[in-house]
């Protein structure tokens, strides 16, 4: 549970895996002592706090942060905003796919106005390499934080001038009919991300097939929060022994619903079918 320890207590409904017992032929006690700290009530263990404390704490925090998201939705789709959070581990090219994204709708929708917050602990290299696109970007460095909250995206969102051209159109919000886009990209994190409702139309997992098949089992919250799974940097697959079909069916245990895209910033492979996926939900 971040809010305390740094760890995440996970999202409502989401399945969860613990390693060997997902499989049949494992289906015995758990006796090689391994130890699992995420099963108690509050499926995390802090020390010095009961489980009864630690969900008190969490049903607080996330409560206050849940009345903000609800206003950050409400506030976008009255002005016509989509919104997307994106959420990966470190490395995962969330940012390179950004740039690419961006450049890529110059052409398909031009008259498409996009905004991106970004999230990082520090630094601002990330926004700035979007803001070299000419895309207009806001940085929030959050020390020792470890993910985006909804306060932080409604101070960041009034700063973009993605903010200040909705306002400029008056109040009879008929610029509601032209959608414009809010790229989201939340700091690097496979934990804590998956519980905090920013105020997102939907979260999209961006995972490399760098970093391994497993990554939906070992970070079931995250994938099950997730309408959207788009694995990155296919163009390496030749180099890797990285199986995309397993991958697939593991994000599909932890939540059958989501999609799946296979992209390749670096060479274009997949970008029509994700611009394709962005254009459609925001139609």
């Not at 001038?161 to 939340?186: F, K, R, T, V, Y």
């Amino acid at each position: 549970m971040c809010v305390i320890c740094g760890c995440s207590t996970g999202t409502p409904g989401a399945v969860h895996q613990h390693g060997h017992d997902s499989d049949p032929a494992h289906a015995h006690s758990h006796d090689h002592g391994d130890l699992h700290y995420g099963q108690g009530p509050a499926r995390v263990s802090v020390p010095g706090m009961s489980q009864a404390r630690a969900i008190r704490l969490e049903a607080d925090v996330l409560g206050a942060n849940q009345r903000i998201a609800d206003a950050n939705r409400a506030h976008f789709a009255g002005h016509g905003v989509i919104a997307y959070n994106l959420v990966s581990s470190p490395g995962s090219g969330k940012t390179t796919l950004l740039c690419a994204t961006i450049e890529a709708l110059k052409a398909r929708a031009p008259g498409l106005p996009v905004g991106v917050i970004e999230g990082d602990q520090q630094t601002t290299n990330d926004a700035d390499r979007i803001r070299a696109t000419g895309a207009p970007a806001i940085q929030i460095n959050t020390g020792k934080g470890c993910h985006l909250d909804a306060p932080m995206i409604a101070e960041a969102f009034a700063r973009l001038p993605l903010h200040g051209h909705h306002h400029h159109h008056g109040q009879d919000h008929a610029h509601a009919a032209d959608p414009s886009l809010l790229m989201i990209e939340n700091v690097g994190n496979l934990v804590c991300p998956a519980m905090w409702d920013l105020g997102e139309r939907a979260k999209i997992a961006i995972l490399s097939v760098t970093e391994g098949e497993d990554k939906p089992i070992k970070y079931p919250d995250m994938f099950a929060a997730a309408r959207l799974m788009v694995l990155t940097k296919v163009d390496l697959l030749p180099h890797l022994d990285f199986d995309v079909a397993q991958c697939i069916a593991f994000a599909q245990r932890v939540n059958p619903d989501i999609e799946v895209l296979l992209v390749s910033a670096r060479t274009g492979v997949g970008m029509d079918a994700w611009l394709d996926w962005l254009l459609q939900d925001a139609a």
